[in-house]
């Protein structure tokens, strides 16, 4: 079956410095993915997608790219600020009518 | 504006009373899911409506049920609710099914049972 692999969390980052959540996947086929952003008290919100190999999906600073030989859709930022502080999930969808399967989510912190 | 929406945010019930969550949808799709999530997990799909076509998921308990009586509403009905049924509850809608589809979220009902 589908499942996704997600870097433990908490992530706790001062401003500004670098981000990366490690993602990885297995899956049956060639999936969509994936990540959405959920702040405290909040429903899920999509922050970015993938749709085929070598795709890179980008919003507010963050980027991940869809790489199937290594079954990875890492999230990246260059630069995090305090209201980047969420949890995390990375997700696949295989289509029909498979579930979209999440990660168990990271959470980020980030202090001033 | 908000496209999906949960009511109410927040709801007690107390052990074993029933409850209803609600959601609606201003989007027009097709596909609309319920997901329970609990603590520091991720959301677990209970089940999805697809037009009028219920699907169940095979672990999901009986205690949980759901309704869609036009393509804007959905509802979650917990039967006899349990202390482990303390959770949020998301919604969340989709055009189809296909694999590029994005899901949008509600807002979460907080349910506690005490």
């Known amino acids: 079956g589908n499942s996704v692999t997600q870097m433990e969390g908490p992530v706790t980052l001062s401003e500004e410095a670098f981000l990366t959540i490690n993602c990885t996947y297995t899956?049956?086929?060639?999936?969509?993915l994936f990540w959405y952003v959920q702040y405290p008290g909040e429903g899920l919100q999509l922050l970015l997608k993938?749709?085929?190999?070598?795709d890179k999906g980008s919003n507010k600073g963050f980027e991940a790219t869809y790489r199937k030989e290594t079954t990875s859709f890492h999230l990246e930022k260059g630069s995090v600020q305090v209201s980047d502080s969420a949890v995390y999930f990375c997700?696949?969808?295989?289509?029909?009518?498979?579930?979209?399967?999440f990660g168990t989510g990271t959470k980020l912190q980030v202090i001033p | 504006d908000a496209m999906v929406i949960q009511n109410p945010r927040y709801q007690v019930t107390q052990f074993g009373k029933p409850v209803t969550l609600s959601c609606s949808q201003t989007?027009?799709?097709?596909?609309m899911y319920w997901y329970q999530q609990k603590s520091s997990q991720a959301p677990k799909l209970l089940f999805h409506?697809?037009?009028?076509?219920?699907?169940n998921e095979a672990d999901t308990p009986d205690n949980f049920q759901s309704r869609r009586p036009n393509t804007s509403f959905c509802f979650l009905d917990i039967r006899s609710p349990g202390l482990g049924d303390t959770a949020m509850y998301l919604c969340?809608?989709?055009?189809?099914?296909?694999?590029?589809?994005?899901?949008?979220f509600g807002q979460g009902t907080r349910l506690t049972v005490v």
């Open positions: 409506y697809y037009d009028k076509d219920f699907n």
């Open positions: 989007l027009n799709h097709n596909v």
């Open positions: 969340a809608t989709s055009r189809g099914t296909a694999m590029n589809t994005e899901a949008f």
């Open positions: 993938a749709t085929k190999a070598d």
């Open positions: 899956a049956t086929g060639y999936p969509s």
């Open positions: 997700a696949l969808h295989s289509g029909g009518y498979q579930k979209v399967t």
